[in-house]
């Protein structure tokens, strides 16, 4: 019997003319771990997608994909059904999106046992606490009953990686699983795969922009950068003597500390004192419910013009600390904006305010409406906060936004399917900065991209700042990125900020506080 699994040749996709994926071949042995490398929109995640039977509606493939023989290009659907998350399965990259919000993720891996692998109802559950207990998530008859809401980023996406291996798939393909996943986390489901690998034999195929991170466990790599392979090799040398330019641009890629700090005596602009966040999350049939403090007591203030750099990691407030500082989650304390306290204000009062107060959020594929077209989502704000407005002058205002985030104006009346991750975060952006905003949280807004595209989305937030006089909540568990962005750095562990201070003197002893 071949030790091949899976085998690749000439395959080609393409959208109405333009081919995505250019000639891809390559092999995947038994219990071999390939990486397939690339920015943002390379075709990378496409390629995958093609093996499952799962590209989008208007692309066309040809080429071969054979799994033990069988041919996967084109398959009928029955043949299909019968390998997708039986043999094959997929851990997609973004967690949130990928579990049904309706129900407990217990019963999403359940299901899954029950359809797929035929267990009996009984049998399917008490095997996904199993499975929910092997991919290190403590307490799992508690965590059977959580939705996907009630977890961090982190258990998400160890939900996800249960689900694709409950039923033992031979191949796992692991799209993009740690891109918004802080460094230490990132590391620990690093770990997971590969012992889930080892204990269950499987091979797996690794997507990623992350040369670094996961060429350290992969056997083998592949560099891909506009639809096609520039540089194929074993990981080890891929990393120590890449031949290629762009395999070095990926290795390298890394944002500039920032050189010039804004002012320290700029006038206050938010202050927030006491600020608590408390869930109450339900038990199982006989547990009682209980509660957890997601933001514990913070007090912090934010000057006019500067960056405070919110750090942790995932699962540590962040997150939810930012989306309180906006009032747009129930908080107890005082919060002072402009020095107005809006601890009383209610939701009609805070209205005329939020204008002034904008949220980027962390999944720029998450965050656009699919059903609306570029336009339409960037001038959404206007409809509420500017109404005399008439429809010609907000067109004009969202072609002055896309053009200050550095997207082409005439792309307005496309759809957020039709952009890469990079350009539909410079559309959320844009949708943030038509308003003429004065605060701005930052939830993340690079972590589902590759560096390069990172980078370059840095010196855009940057330059919009200086422009604007924007003052930026920045939540990153990236310290090259918060070197590069923030003015001071406040660092959160289980809801509360255990240190702060400038950002030159606080870099030094971050990773050793944020591993205690």
Same mark, same amino acid.
Request: one cysteine or more; charged letters at 25%; proline letters at 4%.
């Given at each position: 019997?071949? #030790?091949?699994?899976?085998? &690749? ?33 390379? !075709? ?8 499952? =039977? ?8 040809? !080429? ?19 390998? @997708? ?56 008859? +508690? +965590? ?9 980023? =982190? ?12 039923? #033992? *798939? ?7 699983? %740690? ?19 080892? +204990?269950? =034999? ?44 762009? %395999?070095?641009?990926? &290795? ?62 995932? =699962? ?97 009346? @496309? ?12 559309? /959320?952006?844009? +949708? ?12 993340? *807004? ?37 070197? /590069? ?13 255990? /240190? ?17």
């Amino acid at each position: 019997m071949s #030790d091949i699994l899976l085998a &690749l040749r000439d395959l080609r996709i393409s959208f109405g003319g333009h081919e995505a994926v250019k000639g891809l071949s390559f092999d995947l042995a038994r219990g071999e771990t390939l990486a397939l490398i690339g920015e943002s929109g390379s !075709g990378k995640s496409l390629a995958m997608l093609s093996v499952l =039977g799962l590209l989008p509606e208007g692309a066309a493939a040809t !080429g071969s994909i054979s799994f033990q023989g069988a041919e996967l290009l084109h398959a009928p659907a029955k043949l299909l059904d019968a390998i @997708r998350g039986r043999r094959i399965a997929m851990i997609f990259q973004e967690p949130m999106s990928a579990l049904d919000p309706l129900f407990p993720v217990g019963r999403q891996i359940a299901d899954i046992l029950h359809l797929r692998a035929g267990l009996s109802r009984r049998a399917a559950k008490a095997r996904s606490r199993e499975l929910i207990e092997l991919v290190g998530i403590d307490a799992p008859a +508690r +965590r059977w009953h959580a939705y996907p809401h009630e977890l961090s980023g =982190g258990q998400c996406q160890r939900i996800a990686i249960a689900m694709a291996i409950a039923c #033992d *798939p031979e191949i796992l393909i692991a799209d993009e699983p %740690t891109t918004a996943l802080d460094v230490t986390v990132a590391a620990r489901i690093l770990e997971l795969l590969a012992e889930l690998k080892s +204990r269950l =034999g499987m091979a797996m195929i690794f997507i990623s922009h992350d040369l670094a991170l996961v060429g350290k466990f992969a056997d083998s790599v592949h560099v891909m950068r506009r639809g096609e392979i520039v540089e194929s090799g074993a990981a080890a040398q891929i990393l120590t003597s890449p031949a290629h330019d762009y %395999t070095r641009e990926l &290795l390298a890629a890394l944002p500039p500390a920032r050189k010039k700090r804004a002012a320290q005596d700029q006038p206050v602009l938010l202050e927030a004192e006491h600020i608590t966040v408390t869930y109450r999350l339900r038990g199982g049939l006989f547990a009682g419910k209980h509660e957890i403090k997601a933001v514990d007591d913070v007090s912090l203030v934010l000057h006019q013009g500067r960056t405070l750099g919110l750090l942790g990691e995932s =699962g540590s407030g962040k997150s939810t600390l930012g989306r309180a500082l906006l009032k747009l989650v129930p908080a107890s304390g005082f919060i002072s904006f402009e020095g107005r306290d809006l601890s009383a204000f209610d939701r009609a009062a805070m209205r005329p305010l939020r204008r002034s107060l904008q949220l980027v959020f962390q999944n720029p594929y998450g965050a656009l409406s699919p059903r609306m077209n570029v336009c339409e989502i960037v001038t959404e704000g206007l409809r509420i906060h500017a109404p005399h407005l008439s429809g010609k002058e907000r067109d004009a205002r969202a072609v002055e936004a896309l053009g200050e985030v550095g997207l082409d104006p005439a792309a307005r009346f @496309r759809y957020p399917a039709e952009f890469s991750g990079g350009q539909r975060q410079r559309i /959320a952006i844009a +949708r943030a900065m038509i308003l003429k905003p004065k605060l701005v949280v930052l939830d993340e *807004p690079t972590s589902a991209l590759d560096r390069a595209i990172a980078v370059d989305l840095l010196k855009l937030l940057l330059a919009l700042q200086a422009a604007h006089d924007l003052t930026y909540v920045f939540i990153t568990h990236d310290l090259a990125i918060v070197r /590069a962005m923030a003015d001071e750095i406040a660092v959160m562990k289980a809801g509360r900020i255990v /240190a702060q201070g400038a950002t030159e003197t606080m870099l030094d002893g971050l990773s050793c506080l944020m591993s205690q």
